[in-house]
């Protein structure tokens, strides 16, 4: 034995472990790899002896014919002429493969992938290439009883081996080291790599020569030092086969495996020194980024980079931290070390790490989705997460998954259970709001570190196929006609006709001929989808003779009578529209139209829990604000979208889910958009107030519960709000505040109420309000008897309080100040059998002021408002005068035309009288025919229940005929003021007078009239709702229609008058000084205004004051009183004071004295006009010399 000091060498050591099947779990493989990753590398056995690495590379086990089939791992691979020889049973490529149908018996075992050779290899030699050997990480097996080489000696002897320490005796032929290579003495024996046979479970170790290793058994490094293992006996039991890197074989040279020992020939090993390389590798720290993270001297800097060279140094290696980025925080570091120890290393960091920080371990791999169904919404859907890493989890976690971000909530459709390796999220049925980017954390329950597994991006199922056939059903004559028939999908779907050899994607048409038709009754025609065929829609044609009773209307076509018209709906929306032909006129229309994407949503509502509710949510008001012309429009569809809201509502209840402030905010612009003035036909209509409640069905079960149903749901849901930062949440319909109770709480849309808690019974509470602006569009004013004769007259608030509060003050702003007789109400969702109503139980008013506001006190909390009288604001005395003058104004107005009946002939000689009792005549026709509306406007408004269409006719005829009356007097003072100022004569012919009095007079009124009500009430803005039958000023200003050409026409009347009697002012002027004295100017103003201030509609120039005082006593009375007795004095001043005209009625008293009807009726005692006889012998005391100032002089006297 000599001494000799050598070169630290490298050696591999292939190890083989057999254990029956049997005795093993299945995944005793995963288990293994899991144990060899707890390990760290190198590990040092004595001062010369270091275990530097080991590798898992193949495991073997029974296949189903009764052989074995042997598995290489990741980055090792069989030779092509193993796969050949043996047989590849997966993933085949051109140059080898990872798995073969068999076990070599020459202990060959998986190489290196950068090490295999294309075929066919050299016989029993393997090649290796020295710079591209790359171990597997964290595939280390242990071999808890593998020998141990004997350090720093050997002592070749048959039975023993005495260490020596530090000395070597050579062989004379012992092999030179070369590096990656072994060059063998042909005397010597080949060292035993790769050719181990083992029996399992026979191994003999000889307790005096072998030392067990520790239960890792990685490479051994030796220094300095050649180990010679002559006649060793090396136990190799229970062991897996693991390789690091190759080495030569020598192919003359065997070594024979025994069946309890392995005997060893001497050997010579060739050194294989490893070579260090730079890595960069990284770890994921769950904290938010921030850029001051990468200054050196930061906490967080030192803290991470302090961990990583901790465990270098540990592992006697070099690592340093190079930069953190985002994505979390992602360290970013430097490591110099053999592969091998990578992985120990990162382990390391990790545990450091995530004493101080939560770590996150990501999976490369994507979440494994599997969809129970074909892919349609409510589909079942299972997705699997795992597994973590053994070294790092273990199996002491607990699972997390999120949906956006979301934490996901095991509930009644998602349910979550895990085992030892993974984690299986069900979602029974899978809706939209449960599409979103997946992530799933296995949580270690030590320090919160993670592994996190994520989705391929956004999961989501498809839309069922919805067919849309046009037209649904036709009825034809057999004419020879083609007609032409449409099948439309949604998405991308294949469909086609099944009655025609025609199909294609999305849309199909199709040309149906009639002229073989002459024999059926009835054709079917199917669309149906190529791919999912259970989803069809059938056209139906019918056929008819030409002399049958059919209906013709432009939406439902042609139908034979007694039999169902069916027309599809948009192209966006499900169901259909039918109606029945009943002779030539379609009734019992019925329409089933809801958006497809709201009727979606509503089958969705019903399986929502608190995972998906938030998305469900803003899916709900994106589809509503998107659609909200055709929302609003449709009873259907807003019945739907209560529906929703109280499926909502009914969810919360029951799951007691928390509505967090973005999802508040999402039901309350959804909420508002409901409650918009474009909505209020549809409310009317579910409320039984619209006018075609008779003529249309929307298929809805208690429509008029639904705006009830509305309000409660939003009730419910406030109660289950979740506390948030803000004070509150605005929307443009809807304001809610939220706070604890200190001061008055005014509810916004500015300032229209104001909240008081006494302190006593509001301290410490939390206090909710939502104010409405619009509220009053949907809720009917009806109360305890069911009567809605009274209307909403503040704005409707809800307010709930976080404890008991027995007394509440709030200030309403009246929104209508024409309204009168406030009363608090709130509304009892249990009045009227469930139907609920306005309901003053517990509640009072306080006070009212002059400023327009109402303040009620209530001892409870609910939904709260005010009801007020539509009626005048003034006084009783308001409803008398104007009934009993427009009485006496009516009775006038007949008198005044039986008067010009029975005079006409006498009174039509003179041109200038003519036109002037034309004018008249036209006037009170005028106004007589809209005091009658007026009448039948004032009863239809004092009922029950206002009929909408009547209210509307009546309203149109009131606008139509007042307006006549103010464009005829328009024509007569323009009469007036032409023959005033034209003194000569001529100009214009009587023809053309008349067409300008009857197209200013009819003509214009009729144009404003109806545009008017063709622009507004499309919208149902031309009447004002629950009031009274005229028309509406809140909403479209429709009364602007009336007020400014009326004002108008008083403004320019007035003119008219100021040019008039300044006309007759000068002419008294010009007259004789006796004429002068016998009539002063002041008497002819006083005359003149008298006759022409009623008769020129100027008292109307009192409305103006109301617009300006409406509350003022003293204009509502004036204006009452004068203009409900225009007709008396049209009567009295353009009749009965008219010389003409007396003459005339005296002539029908007694036969005339002379041929002058005019002397002989200024001159009778008979006539009882003493008053007036006296009045025109003034007048007729006057010397007119010119036709033109007789004109002046007669129009003076109207």
């Not at 930061?298 to 302090?306: G, I, K, W």
């Not at 030539?584 to 509710?613: F, G």
């Not at 409870?860 to 408002?865: A, V």
Request: proline share 6%; charged share 15%.
């Amino acid at each position: 034995m000599h001494e000799s000091n050598l070169a630290p060498v490298d050696f591999d050591i292939d190890l083989e472990l057999h254990i029956p099947a049997s005795s093993v779990p299945q995944n005793f493989s995963v288990v293994l790899r899991n144990i060899l990753r707890n390990f760290s590398f190198p590990k040092i056995i004595t001062g010369s002896l270091t275990l530097k690495d080991l590798n898992f590379t193949t495991w073997c086990y029974p296949n189903s014919t009764g052989g074995l089939q042997c598995q290489c791992e990741d980055q090792f691979a069989w030779s092509c002429g193993k796969c050949d020889e043996y047989g590849a049973c997966s993933n085949v490529t051109s140059q080898t493969c990872d798995c073969i149908k068999g076990f070599p018996p020459d202990g060959e075992f998986c190489e290196p992938v950068t090490n295999i050779i294309p075929c066919p290899p050299m016989p029993n030699t393997t090649t290796p290439d020295p710079t591209t050997t790359t171990p597997m990480l964290n595939t280390t097996t242990p071999d808890p009883t593998t020998t141990t080489p004997m350090p720093n000696t050997t002592t070749p002897d048959p039975t023993t081996t005495t260490p020596m320490p530090n000395t070597t005796t050579p062989d004379p032929t012992t092999t030179t080291p070369m590096l990656n290579t072994t060059t063998p003495d042909p005397t010597t024996t080949t060292p035993m790599l790769n050719t181990t046979t083992l029996i399992p479970n026979t191994t003999t170790p000889d307790p005096t020569t072998t030392k067990p290793l520790p239960t890792t058994a990685p490479t051994p490094i030796l220094t300095n030092t050649t180990i010679l293992m002559p006649n060793t006996t090396t136990p190799m039991t229970d062991t897996t086969t693991t390789r690091v890197s190759s080495t030569t074989r020598v192919p003359t040279t065997t070594t024979t495996a025994m069946s309890t020992t392995t005997t060893t020939a001497n050997t010579t090993t060739t050194i294989t020194p490893t070579t260090a390389s730079v890595t960069t590798d990284q770890l994921t720290i769950n904290v938010e980024f921030s850029d001051t993270y990468n200054n050196p001297n930061s906490v967080f800097f030192r803290n991470v980079s302090t961990a990583i060279q901790a465990e270098a140094q540990k592992n006697k290696i070099t690592a340093q931290l190079i930069k953190f980025r985002s994505g979390s925080t992602i360290a970013e570091y430097n490591v110099t070390a053999a592969t091998t120890v990578i992985q120990t290393l990162n382990n390391g960091i990790f545990d450091q790490l995530a004493k101080i920080y939560s770590m996150i371990s990501d999976e490369p791999r994507f979440l494994d989705f599997k969809i129970e169904g074909r892919g349609f919404w409510e589909d079942k859907v299972i997705v699997t997460c795992g597994h973590p890493p053994f070294d790092l989890f273990g199996t002491d976690w607990r699972p997390e998954w999120r949906r956006d971000g979301n934490v996901i909530v095991a509930d009644g459709v998602h349910t979550i259970s895990t085992n030892n390796s993974h984690s299986v999220l069900s979602v029974s049925q899978f809706i939209r709001a449960d599409s979103g980017n997946y992530e799933c954390r296995l949580i270690r329950k030590k320090d919160e570190s993670f592994y996190r597994q994520r989705s391929n991006g956004a999961f989501t199922l498809k839309e069922k196929p919805l067919i849309r056939v046009d037209p649904i059903q036709k009825f034809l004559n057999c004419s020879g006609e083609n007609v032409p028939l449409s099948c439309t999908v949604n998405n991308d779907y294949n469909i086609n006709f099944t009655n025609a050899n025609i199909s294609g994607k999305k849309s199909i048409s199709y040309q149906y001929k009639t002229d073989s038709c002459t024999d059926k009754e009835q054709d079917t025609i199917t669309c149906q989808s190529t791919t999912y065929p259970e989803f069809k829609e059938t056209i139906t044609l019918t056929f008819y003779k030409r002399n049958l009773q059919m209906c013709d209307d432009k939406e439902f076509g042609k139908a034979v009578s007694g039999s169902r018209a069916r027309i599809p709906c948009a192209n966006n929306e499900e169901g259909e529209k039918s109606a029945l032909c009943n002779i030539k006129t379609y009734t019992e229309i019925r329409d089933t139209c809801i958006l497809q994407p709201i009727k979606e949503l509503l089958d969705q509502s019903e399986v929502l829990t608190a995972t998906t509710l938030p998305a469900f949510l803003q899916q709900l008001r994106n589809v509503t604000n998107g659609n909200s012309a055709q929302v609003v429009n449709s009873p259907k569809n807003i019945d739907a979208v209560v529906q929703i809201l109280r499926n909502v509502a009914n969810r919360t209840e029951l799951f007691n889910i928390l509505i967090n402030e973005n999802s508040m905010k999402d039901i309350l612009i959804t909420a508002g958009v409901l409650t918009t003035d474009q909505a209020r036909n549809s409310w009317n209509f579910l409320n039984f107030l619209n006018k075609n409640k008779e003529s249309i069905s929307y298929n809805i079960s208690n429509p008029d519960s639904v705006s009830s149903s509305l309000l409660q749901s939003l009730e419910i849901i406030t109660k289950h709000l979740a506390s948030f930062n803000n004070s509150g949440i605005d929307t443009p319909s809807i304001i809610l505040n939220r706070t604890i109770y200190t001061n008055p709480i005014i509810g916004d849309f500015n300032s229209s109420v104001v909240i008081e808690i006494p302190q006593n019974e509001g301290r410490n509470k939390s206090i909710t309000v939502i104010t409405f602006a619009s509220l009053n569009n949907v809720l009917p004013a009806r109360e305890i008897d069911n009567s809605s004769i009274k209307v909403i007259g503040g704005r409707v608030v809800l307010v709930q309080s976080s404890g008991q509060i027995n007394n509440i003050s709030l200030t309403f702003d009246i929104l209508n100040d024409t309204l009168r007789d406030p009363k608090c109400v709130f509304w009892n969702f249990n009045l009227l059998n469930g139907l609920g109503g306005w309901d003053d139980e517990g509640c009072e008013v306080v006070n009212t002021n002059e400023t327009g506001t109402v303040t009620c006190n209530c001892n409870h909390l609910t939904s709260f408002s005010i009801l007020m009288s539509p009626n005048s604001p003034v006084s009783l005395i308001l409803d008398y005068i104007t009934y009993i003058g427009v009485g006496i104004s009516m009775g006038s107005l007949v008198i005044c035309l039986i008067i010009e009946g029975l005079i006409w002939r006498k009174i039509r000689t003179n041109e200038t009288s003519y036109l002037r009792h034309v004018s008249i005549v036209n006037i009170a026709v005028s106004l007589l025919i809209a005091d009658i509306w007026f009448i039948i406007g004032a009863a239809i408004s004092d009922a029950n229940h206002k009929n909408h269409s009547a209210c509307t006719a009546t309203t149109f005829f009131i606008h139509l005929f007042y307006l006549a009356l103010f464009f005829w007097m328009f024509a007569s003072a323009l009469l007036l003021l032409y023959r005033t100022t034209n003194v000569f004569g001529g100009g214009l012919s009587k023809a053309s007078m008349l067409v300008i009095g009857f197209s200013l007079g009819y003509g214009a009124p009729l144009i404003i009239a109806t545009v008017t009500i063709a622009a507004t009430a499309p919208d149902n803005k031309y009447i004002r709702e629950n009031v009274i039958c005229w028309l509406n000023w809140d909403e479209s200003k429709a009364l602007l229609a009336f007020v400014i050409p009326a004002l108008s026409i008083v403004l320019i009347n007035l003119i008219i008058l100021v040019v008039v009697l300044y006309k007759i002012i000068r002419r008294r002027v010009g007259t004789t000084a006796a004429q002068a004295g016998e009539k002063s100017v002041l008497l002819v103003i006083v005359k003149s205004l008298a006759v022409l201030t009623p008769f020129f509609g100027i008292t109307w120039g009192l409305g103006a004051g109301l617009l300006v005082h409406p509350r003022d006593i003293g204009i509502n009375i004036a204006f009452a009183l004068f203009n409900s007795l225009q007709g008396f004095f049209i009567l009295v001043f353009g009749t009965l004071l008219d010389g003409k005209v007396r003459s005339a009625i005296s002539s029908y008293v007694r036969p005339s004295r002379s041929g002058t009807g005019s002397t002989s009726a200024g001159n009778s005692s008979s006539s009882g006009f003493g008053f007036l006889r006296k009045w025109r012998r003034g007048r007729d005391g006057y010397n007119m010399t010119s036709s033109a100032s007789s004109d002046l002089h007669s129009a003076s006297n109207t």
